[in-house]
């Protein structure tokens, strides 16, 4: 039956497949409830609400007797850091240029188990299922390390010693009995280039993550205000970042994704900030129709567009943004959503002089009535005196 799995796994595109056993995610669990009690989860409240279950994949199907890990390789086909030095374009991360992966590995898994589960039943073996990805509550990571795909680096995230950082994973519960793989072990060594390389030190020891520092979790999961202190290093990355990913030693064996969907849209590779400015809710529907930047909505990624745009000048501060996206930010003033115009004032108050930016406070703050919007404009402009 195993073999059937590997077989399956081979015909739907996976360039990995190891199975583990269902106690074999050791102090995972243990771990998790570390970083939660050290509010590391930010506002992603369903971790502790979640947390027994992902302690002991028992927890969440008492009849799981193996789990068969699937990794499908997203590597990208040129270097995702490049677009950094390019302050008039967004950087998406990689896994979003294209199609969203829960679709893609989910169909897979499915006819995966649909074939799995028929020929069990031919040979009267259990057959029951269950497949997951990325969205219940299961260790992916953990259960990838036990399954011997790859091992959870100082950043937090999987490493393979045959793709390097870009590996989707999806998750096969079965009540069969399967042969489980060796564990692979931890070859990060010395090495903590994804550490050093993190834009707002959110490691705040090897192993650990603090989302509430981190840009993939800020620009996509949190859904308020961005922290001002934070906001210059966040730079132009506009969903996600792949920082600690791309620098990784181990992507020197990182081979190009073969799944056509996966490969980055030329639109989505570096847009320009003041084309993504200008989208209404229509338009970014549409622009991002099948890519998982839809999931975070039109507002919360204008909020990620702005900040980018008020960092169109590097992290000095000192108004030497772009001016040519003045304009892109400015129509944002009144936005019917308070989040988009408050990042408007904040990138405003990074590209415009002391004059300019008094002239539009005046002009604004008389039918501003949100709170958090005012609050933008009194800190931008105490930042000036």
């Not at 677009?83 to 998406?92: A, F, H, K, Y």
């Not at 996509?220 to 990913?245: T, V």
């Amino acid at each position: 039956m195993k073999s059937r799995l590997a077989e399956l796994a081979a015909a739907e595109g996976f360039d990995l497949f190891r199975v583990a056993a269902p106690d074999s995610i050791g102090k995972a669990g243990d771990r998790l409830l570390q970083a939660i009690a050290a509010g590391h989860h930010g506002t992603m409240d369903w971790l502790p609400e979640t947390a027994t279950r992902r302690s002991d994949p028992r927890n969440l199907w008492p009849d799981v007797r193996s789990i068969a890990l699937f990794g499908l390789n997203y590597g990208p086909d040129s270097d995702p850091l490049e677009s950094l030095e390019q302050p008039d374009v967004g950087t998406i991360s990689v896994y979003a240029r294209n199609r969203d992966y829960h679709d893609i590995i989910k169909g897979a898994l499915k006819r995966i188990g649909s074939q799995f589960a028929a020929a069990a039943r031919r040979m009267d073996l259990p057959g029951d299922l269950k497949v997951f990805v990325d969205t219940a509550p299961v260790m992916e990571k953990p259960l990838a390390e036990a399954a011997g795909l790859g091992w959870q680096g100082k950043h937090t995230n999987l490493v393979s010693r045959s793709h390097g950082s870009w590996l989707f994973l999806g998750v096969l519960f079965t009540n069969a009995e399967l042969p489980v793989d060796t564990p692979e072990t931890d070859h990060c060594g010395q090495c903590q280039a994804c550490l050093d390389i993190c834009p707002t030190d959110a490691f705040p020891a090897p192993y650990q993550l603090d989302a509430r520092r981190c840009i993939s979790y800020l620009t996509i999961e949190h859904k308020g205000p961005i922290d001002r202190a934070l906001r210059p290093a966040i730079g132009n990355r506009i969903f996600g970042c792949d920082d600690c990913l791309a620098i990784c030693p181990w992507n020197k064996f990182a081979q190009v994704a073969r799944e056509a969907k996966l490969a980055a849209r030329d639109d989505l590779n570096a847009p320009a900030l003041a084309d993504l400015a200008a989208l209404d809710d229509p338009a970014f529907r549409s622009l991002f129709s099948g890519s998982p930047v839809k999931r975070i909505g039109r507002n919360r990624f204008l909020r990620n567009v702005l900040i980018a745009i008020g960092n169109s000048g590097g992290n000095s501060g000192d108004n030497s943004g772009d001016r040519a996206l003045v304009p892109a930010a400015q129509n944002h003033l009144h936005d019917p959503d308070p989040l988009v115009r408050g990042a408007a004032v904040w990138a405003l108050s990074r590209l415009c002089g002391d004059e300019e930016f008094a002239d539009l406070e005046r002009s604004s703050i008389p039918s501003e009535a949100d709170e958090t919007v005012c609050e933008e404009w009194r800190a931008a402009r105490e930042a000036r005196q």
